[in-house]
Each structure stands twice: as C-alpha cells, then as structure tokens.
C-alpha cells in the first residue's frame, strides 16, 4: 500500500512539473510585454504577453506552419528546425 502511494505521489509531481515546464511566461517583468515565447510541447503554438502580470496567452499559428522562435514567427512546417527552447525571464 505504501508503494502504490508513493509512486501515486511522485506522479502527481511530475505531471505538476510539466504542466509548469510548457514555457508559459508569467509576463511579469515590463522587457517581456509584447515578447513571445515557444511552447515546450506544440510546435504549431506559441505564448505571446500581452499586459504585465497577467500570465501568457497561448496562441495558435495558422494551419501548416510552426512557431520558430529564432525568427519570431510562424513559418511552414518544410523549413522548421527544433531547437532546445528557453524559459522566458518569468515562469507562470
């Protein structure tokens, strides 16, 4: 019984670290408002901030294309290239 609680514990910890690790910006710091950010787990998506201290939003690129942060922009899905993507200066 104890086995079944502790390996119930550390995967509740580890979706908690994911669902926290998909890039998000809190957008909390002023360099960060109108910045965007990659999402960790769908290239096809992005985080954009908006207004300091209310958290990214989740954006979608058009059908076709990925968000490649190095350019800052949707491009098709021929030309992506995956890079390690980055924690943005906040974490949400």
């Known amino acids: 019984m104890k086995a079944v609680?502790?390996?119930?514990?550390i995967l509740a910890t580890i979706i908690?670290?994911?669902?926290?690790?998909a890039g998000r910006s809190a957008?909390?710091?002023?360099?960060?408002?109108?910045?965007t950010y990659?999402?960790?787990f769908d290239p096809a998506k992005y985080w954009l901030c908006q207004t300091e201290g209310v958290p990214?939003?989740?954006i979608d690129c058009p059908?076709?294309?990925a968000y490649m942060h190095l350019l800052k922009?949707?491009?098709p899905w021929a030309s992506y290239i995956w890079k390690q993507p980055e924690l943005p200066p906040t974490v949400a």
């Open 5 to 9: 609680f502790a390996l119930c514990a």
């Open 16 to 21: 908690v670290t994911v669902n926290a690790d």
């Open 27 to 35: 957008c909390r710091d002023p360099s960060e408002i109108g910045q």
């Open 38 to 40: 990659p999402h960790h």
């Open 56 to 58: 990214a939003t989740e």
């Open 63 to 65: 059908d076709g294309l």
């Open 73 to 75: 922009e949707c491009i």
